[in-house]
């Protein structure tokens, strides 16, 4: 019952503040106050076609026009408005009117999600003082114009970039004081470059995102021009070796869902993220302790896994396990005894007592295979040695009783 009450008095308190000239609660826009007290205007989904007309209000938390045929912003779209978040993604806007947010909304203005309906113009950026503004998503923009306006957004904490055409990362944005995340996914980003032009290593980005692009390779001088990067993902992306990024500070890599089949690291410092690739092979390494490969499905499970195992794990006497750095799900390719089965339910000694010769079409050869047929060719000789030599301490053993036995039947 308190609930109820509750919910009326913040309902009617709602409505008293209500900027929206016209309020249609069951296919329309309405106000409304979480249960936190925070308040927001909400236009039901595919409900209206442009953006509904405001009166001088108190400050809102959000506006929600998402999913909607919305497809001009114009210079009086947000007269008089007072609101810190502006939702208007998945809308066709095909125009902005330069003057759109040159009002006293960017007084207030503190996140922007944006989508324009294709090659939309960021000509809106450059008017009006954006003081406010810490987070900006723009999907399906021109970013071969109007860079310098990035400029004006000196207090952005976060920018998401999708679904556009960007090639380069220009001075305006890397050199913004305040940027700590930028975000280029989705935008079929084949070369990954800065503007040298303007270089600076003033940079305060600390997560770099370029997951679902179309890199094949990244800087390896990218923590030196973002001297502050901790997170880089590059997931979701066609790099089909371990790029070599300078070590002058440590990183997270996210390098999962890739097309890398073989990988060697001698020194690496970063924290790398394998999963979901395609490896087949690798090499032995220093340290894998910092390497995690999750849900690997194409390994070829034999003596040169066993060896690489040797190397990099302490304890190998049972089962390997899901031990670092591998997981519980990761799977045998090949050879055909096992394939299919998971790398946690075979020991070390079925994998090293298994030397091919030959590999599948999508592995590359370790480059010391010689060495490890002849450890293998040793271990198993050792192996045949310590058995025959057991043999015959048995069989001496047993003499030995059998002669005294007689001995003790003779007496």
């Known amino acids: 019952m308190m609930f109820r009450f509750l919910y009326c008095v913040l309902f009617i308190s709602s409505i008293k503040t209500c900027p929206l000239k016209t309020v249609d609660i069951q296919s329309g826009c309405y106000c409304g106050i979480e249960i936190d007290g925070s308040n927001y205007i909400n236009c039901q ?33 947000f007269h008089q408005l007072k609101v810190q978040r502006i939702y208007l993604e998945k809308n066709p806007i095909k125009f902005i009117d330069k003057e759109a947010f040159n009002t006293n909304i960017l007084h207030y203005l503190e996140e922007l999600y944006i989508d324009s309906k294709g090659n939309g113009s960021l000509e809106f950026l450059c008017y009006g003082t954006w003081k406010k503004l810490r987070i900006l998503k723009l999907s399906r923009f021109n970013f071969n114009q109007y860079q310098h306006c990035f400029d004006r957004l000196n207090r952005l904490e976060k920018l998401i970039i999708q679904h556009s055409q960007i090639d380069i990362i220009p001075y305006h944005i890397y050199q913004l004081p305040f940027l700590y995340e930028l975000s280029l996914v989705n935008n079929d980003i084949e070369y990954f470059n800065f503007d040298d032009q303007y270089l600076s290593y003033s940079s305060s980005i600390r997560i770099l995102n370029l997951t679902l692009n179309q890199l094949q390779t990244v800087p390896n001088d990218l923590n030196i021009r973002l001297p502050h990067l901790i997170t880089l993902d590059l997931s979701n992306n066609l790099i089909e070796s371990l790029p070599s990024i300078n070590e002058i500070t440590k990183l997270h890599i996210n390098l999962s869902f890739n097309l890398i089949n073989y ?112 450890y293998v060719r040793n271990l198993i000789e050792t192996i045949e040695t310590n058995v025959i030599e057991t043999e015959e301490k048995v069989d001496t053993s047993t003499q030995s009783k059998l002669k005294l036995e007689n001995s003790d039947t003779d007496n």
């Open 263 to 374: 990988f060697e690291v001698n020194h690496n410092l970063h924290f790398i993220d394998l999963s979901f690739n395609p490896i087949c092979t690798m090499e032995q390494t220093t340290d894998v302790s910092n390497i995690v490969m999750n849900h690997l499905i194409y390994l070829h499970c034999d003596c040169r896994l066993a060896f690489f195992l040797k190397k990099n794990l302490i304890d190998l006497s049972e089962y390997v396990g899901d031990s670092q750095p591998f997981g519980n799900q990761t799977m045998c390719a090949s050879p055909q005894m096992f394939k299919g089965q998971y790398l946690k339910d075979l020991t070390y000694e079925q994998l090293i007592t298994t030397c091919s010769s030959e590999l599948p079409a999508n592995c590359k050869e370790v480059t010391n295979f010689e060495e490890i047929q002849q």
């Open 45 to 77: 989904p595919y409900s209206i076609e442009k953006i509904p007309e405001f009166t001088r209000s108190y400050i809102h938390d959000k506006l929600n026009l998402s999913n909607n045929y919305i497809e001009y912003l114009t210079n009086t779209s």
